[in-house]
């Protein structure tokens, strides 16, 4: 299917009618049966709360489960085997920060005569054209202006330079990554040893400070361990369990011929990278993780993560509203891991500062009245397990990425899962009045490099 093309196979439509009477009638039962039947409303607080119980049981199974991505074979191609690669990178609005990434682009360790590397730039962006000019690309790497066009999103400038790519695979990077420079052979291996079934593999992406002292460390800090949990536990824990995921903003290695096939990107959603996971598992093929890594900037202060995040938020409630219009190749598996990875997020964040405001209250109340605290066995169950899942998995992801994260930052999640709400609510406001607005994160080019330990000292260098 051409979901570029299709109508409820994109984003382009928010909910289809089917959709939207459904969820309409829902509310409306809910609502109606609660005031009728108030014991109703006791059984749906039971429901959550085992929900949410079974997702942190998830969460602590992960750790179980995960281990580092297996290495590729050190065994490489000679020179002139080495299969074509098309690096892209789709900017806005990047004129400070792009000679960064040229030169980190560079720095990538692959045959030159094997690479091709498309800057993918929007027409009216004169400030970021004019620095490329002004540049002295690598031979493989080209300005590709994309013309202008509806909707003027990352994944329509992909669309357009995959049209172009002669690679027989394709990855992308964003404004600030710094990429592994062997992440590009570790791929390719993995995908020789994988087989034909795999069609994307995920490098993790991990954060690293602005500047040595920076001016808000606990949410970025906040935001690195997200990161961690994600792509140090999450994901390679997903893999083996042979299990679809969200894919990444950025570091996807694909099989170009897939990607064709799937029509590229829904240019329409504006998390492309969660719904393309999807559906690549749909079509019958697999996805995977390596080890190199990409690093990352955190997004800033508030007023820079709240938009990057209601983004995010937003794509996921677009991700999942088209991914449960039709059945055909989810199977169960896939509907877990839709549920347990786009749902679980959404309906945590949706509930964050509701449950933590009542808690509170509880507390508070019981304090006054001199007594303890008076909640349920399984209400403390969910509360001390939940959080400790939390606080456990990224604790375990952090350590793996090497990111601190202490008592002080266990202790912030608190006021930051406040933040994940207020962005869910901005969201919700956002997929009716804007679906397809794009919040652009301005990147900035002040970051202090880090020198990390080669965890992965074999995999790919036995081939360059």
């Not at 695979?169 to 964003?174: E, G, K, S």
């Not at 999450?234 to 011929?257: C, D, E, I, K, W």
Request: positive net charge; hydrophobic residues 50%; glycine residues 8%.
């Amino acid at each position: 299917m051409d979901y570029q093309q299709a109508g409820t196979g994109s984003a382009r439509i928010t909910l289809t009618r089917v959709q939207a009477i459904s969820i309409g009638f829902a509310l409306t039962f809910g609502v109606v049966v609660a005031a009728a039947v108030p014991r109703f409303a006791g059984w749906l607080l039971i429901s959550t709360q085992v929900g949410f119980l079974t997702l942190a049981a998830w969460r602590l199974g992960l750790i179980a489960v995960q281990a580092s991505a297996p290495k590729a074979s050190s065994a490489g191609w000679r020179h002139e085997d080495w299969p074509r690669y098309t690096i892209v990178a789709a900017l806005y609005h990047e004129a400070q920060i792009l000679p960064h990434l040229v030169e980190r682009l560079d720095a990538i360790d692959y045959p030159r005569d094997r690479l091709q590397g498309f800057l993918a730039l929007e027409a009216d962006d004169h400030a970021t054209i004019a620095a490329a000019s002004q540049l002295k690309l690598p031979d493989w790497l080209s300005v590709l202006v994309v013309p202008p066009g509806t909707p003027k999103t990352k994944p329509r400038a992909l669309n357009y330079a995959l049209a172009r790519a002669t690679g027989d695979f394709l990855t992308i990077y964003d404004a600030e990554d710094d990429p592994d420079p062997l992440q590009l052979k570790e791929a390719a291996m993995k995908f020789r040893d994988e087989g034909d079934a795999l069609a994307c593999v995920q490098a993790p992406l991990r954060i690293r400070s602005r500047q040595k002292n920076s001016p808000h460390p606990l949410l970025d800090r906040q935001f690195a361990a997200e990161y961690a949990a994600l792509f140090e536990i999450t994901l390679p824990a997903m893999t083996r369990l042979g299990l679809p995921f969200p894919l990444g903003g950025t570091s996807n290695h694909f099989r170009v011929s897939v990607l064709r096939a799937l029509g590229g990107w829904d240019s329409w959603n504006v998390t492309e990278d969660a719904d393309l996971g999807f559906r690549i598992w749909r079509s019958g093929f697999r996805l995977g993780v390596i080890s190199r890594p990409t690093y990352e900037t955190p997004p800033g202060p508030v007023r820079l993560w709240l938009p990057q995040r209601t983004r995010w938020l937003k794509g996921y409630l677009q991700t999942l509203a088209v991914h449960t219009r039709w059945t055909e190749g989810m199977g169960w598996r896939g509907w877990a891991a839709l549920i347990l990875t786009i749902g679980a997020g959404l309906g945590s964040a949706a509930v964050h500062a509701g449950c933590m405001a009542w808690v509170a209250v509880v507390c508070l109340m019981s304090a006054m009245d001199r007594q303890l605290p008076s909640l349920s066995v399984l209400g403390w169950a969910v509360l001390i397990v939940g959080v400790a899942a939390a606080w456990i998995t990224k604790h375990r992801g952090a350590r793996i990425a090497g990111t601190p994260y202490g008592l002080l930052d266990m202790a912030a999640s608190l006021p930051y899962w406040f933040l994940l709400s207020l962005a869910f609510m901005h969201a919700a406001v956002r997929l009716a009045l804007e679906p397809h607005r794009w919040d652009k994160t301005p990147h900035q080019d002040h970051v202090e490099p880090i020198i990390v330990a080669d965890a992965y000292p074999d995999a790919g260098r036995a081939a360059a």
